[in-house]
């Protein structure tokens, strides 16, 4: 398994601000995944975040909105830019381990004012 | 469209009994299924996997089945005790890409 803490576990903060939310990893991963999970729905992928290269983002995000960084192998970060009430979610920081399984951090709860 | 269903928002199961969660899929691409088991203000745990090349993979109470030509696979919970109950979601890889959810399944166990 994996042992992932996030920074902040949660917060609130006023429209039009950014939040930067931060990932650590208990051991060196190659790849980093950021989810959200909006209220009463699912969880959804914003990005994968390889060290060395530019994060790949999904359908309906951006890196404007969503910049992450990944300055070595057991850490990154994903902003919030610019916030508005529709960006009150659960955001989710995860790790691929193989053969084949993701472990989740406990999230960072965002409530937007 | 939604590429990983699961079309029951809840399920109500006696303690004791087996607990049966179902997801279906529409991209053949997928290549590995997860389960996962969700508390409120935690992050999801894992479960457990299966590899589309299986039919079944088993983890103590926890055995998932594939069925590829159904595009199905189900997780069966067997007994089923009051700390299962929690949300399940079922996920689905292609390849090294992120994971791809469904809505999940509020698994209700009564005593």
């Known amino acids: 398994s994996a042992v992932i803490s996030q920074k902040p576990s949660r917060d609130i903060c006023q429209r039009g601000t950014s939040l930067t939310i931060q990932c650590q990893v208990d051991?060196?991963?190659?790849?980093m995944f950021w989810y959200r999970q909006q209220p009463g729905q699912s969880l959804t992928l914003i990005a994968t975040?390889?060290?060395?290269?530019?994060?790949?983002?999904e359908s309906g995000f951006v890196i404007d909105k969503f910049p992450i960084s990944r300055p070595n192998l057991t850490f990154s970060t994903l902003t919030v830019s610019n916030m508005s009430p529709e960006d009150s979610s659960i955001y989710l920081c995860?790790?691929?381990?193989?053969?084949?399984?993701?472990?989740f951090g406990p999230g960072t709860r965002l409530t937007v004012t | 469209d939604q590429q990983v269903k699961q079309n029951s928002p809840s399920l109500s199961v006696q303690e004791g009994r087996i607990s049966i969660l179902n997801c279906d899929y529409t991209n053949s691409m997928f290549d590995y299924f997860l389960w996962y088991k969700k508390y409120p203000a935690e992050g999801p745990t894992f479960l457990i996997s299966i590899s589309s090349i299986k039919d079944k993979n088993e983890d103590g109470r926890f055995t998932v089945f594939l069925n590829k030509s159904a595009k199905h696979l189900s997780l069966h919970i067997v007994p089923s005790q009051p700390g299962d109950s929690a949300v399940y979601f079922c996920a689905a890889r292609g390849g090294a890409d992120g994971l791809t959810f469904g809505k999940g399944t509020h698994l209700i166990i009564q005593p």
């Open positions: 051991s060196q991963v190659t790849m």
């Open positions: 995860s790790v691929f381990r193989e053969p084949h399984e993701q472990y």
């Open positions: 975040a390889n060290q060395g290269s530019e994060a790949t983002y």
